[in-house]
């Protein structure tokens, strides 16, 4: 199966997330279990778009996947993901081919 | 000194929070003692929003139609935003720490309004809930 890059853009916040989390929730259910999610072009991130990577991460390493994301363009937004830990229990890169992928298959939200 | 104020009502929605991030822009402009003003927003931005979004995910969890009145005040470059509505009375420290170790599905809000503010003061009373957030920005 290959690894999904998921490409998010602009605004990713309580209004959307929720969404996005059918999004996620679609493509676990296809059978996929390994994530690149690519944050370089998100302009704001709060809690709630937060928690929907989080909740990802934990549903692909039960299937034995994993998740991985890059770092936010915005360096303040860098920070925050600091804060949080995140690059803790995250692998993030700076670009997608980092995690050098073999087979993928593309996903942008919003789209 | 100078003391530039907006103030906004919106509706408890979820995509009514966008206008919090304008407004801030609109502030933070009016004031050119500010430094880093990218950065400023961005976070002053993300407390507020998490804030609303607390307010509308449990004080107005069974009201459709709350409001959520928001003034925001810079003065001398100190920061203050008063947040008040309507729906159910919430207690701050019922939410509790994140474990950042594990990652988590709940608690990232509050914490990041406490780690980006200075000052994080909540009440409640007959007339309505009140957070008080505020920052030095230089």
Redesign the interface.
């Known amino acids: 199966m290959e690894t999904v890059i998921v490409s998010l853009n602009e605004?990713i916040?309580?209004?959307n997330a929720p969404t996005l989390r059918g999004v996620f929730d679609n493509l676990l259910a296809e059978g996929h279990q390994d994530f690149i999610v690519d944050l370089r072009a998100v302009t704001?991130l709060?809690?709630?778009g937060?928690?929907a990577l989080?909740?990802l991460?934990?549903r692909a390493r039960s299937k034995g996947g994993d998740v991985g994301l890059t770092w936010p363009t915005?360096?303040?937004?860098q920070r925050?993901l600091k804060?949080?830990?995140?690059d803790?229990?995250?692998t993030i890169k700076d670009g997608v081919d980092d995690f050098a992928p073999a087979n993928t298959k593309a996903v942008t939200f919003p789209e | 000194m100078t003391t530039h104020q907006i103030n906004l009502e919106l509706p408890a929605e979820m995509r009514e929070l966008v206008h919090i991030g304008s407004a801030i822009t609109k502030l933070i402009d009016a004031a050119p003692e500010i430094s880093n003003v990218e950065d400023t927003v961005y976070e002053l931005q993300l407390a507020v929003h998490e804030i609303c979004a607390n307010i509308i995910d449990h004080s107005y969890k069974t009201v459709d139609d709350g409001k959520i009145q928001l003034e925001l005040v810079i003065n001398d470059g100190h920061f203050s935003a008063d947040i008040c509505e309507f729906g159910e009375a919430f207690d701050p420290n019922s939410v509790p720490m994140p474990n950042l170790d594990e990652g988590q599905i709940r608690g990232y809000g509050i914490f990041l309004v406490n780690e980006l503010m200075d000052v994080v003061k909540y009440s409640s009373t007959a007339c309505g809930n009140c957070w008080h957030l505020a920052k030095q920005l230089n």
């Open positions: 605004r916040d309580a209004f704001f709060d809690s709630a937060m928690a989080v909740t991460l934990k915005l360096e303040v937004s925050i804060l949080t830990k995140f803790r229990v995250f």
